[in-house]
């Protein structure tokens, strides 16, 4: 499995929030490559939690929405990751900043099955976040899943066919 060199310092876009605890994490989804993932804790929360897998819009990484998404979930009360897709941000995968639709589905089911290992985590209350289609197949797949909000940066369709 390839080690990722992940930065340790906060480099997202938005502030740091005092009421959630942040790390880096890693795991592999079954094609062999390594995600790179934020994971967001509430301080004041004890017990199992809830857990929300988020993923950005086609392009994004964890640094952006997703990372922001994820945190305010946490600030609510998940425990949530936020993870960069493979061949993207600092995950792994050659060759860089491109999309598969079976390997990018099965990097939110590799979240899922992250996450529903952690300790602290309800395996019963998983639900999902982003990447549009990918959300959605994973959903269709994963019987663990059990809510999904797909996001999109914009209607690619109307944009190609209109500029």
Known sequence: MEKLNLTQEWDKVFPKSDTVDHKKVT???????TLAADMYTPKSVVGKLPVIAVS???GAVKEQSSGLYAQ??????????AFDPSYTGESGGTPRYVASPDINTEDFCAAVDFLSVQENVDSE????CGWGGMAINAAAI???????AAMTMYDMPRVTANG
């Open 56 to 58: 950005g819009p086609f």
């Open 72 to 81: 305010k979930m946490a600030e609510l009360g998940f425990l949530t990751i």
């Open 142 to 148: 994963d019987t663990r899943i059990k809510a999904t």
């Open 27 to 33: 795991f592999h989804n079954r094609y062999g490559i």
């Open 125 to 128: 209350r998983i639900g999902i």
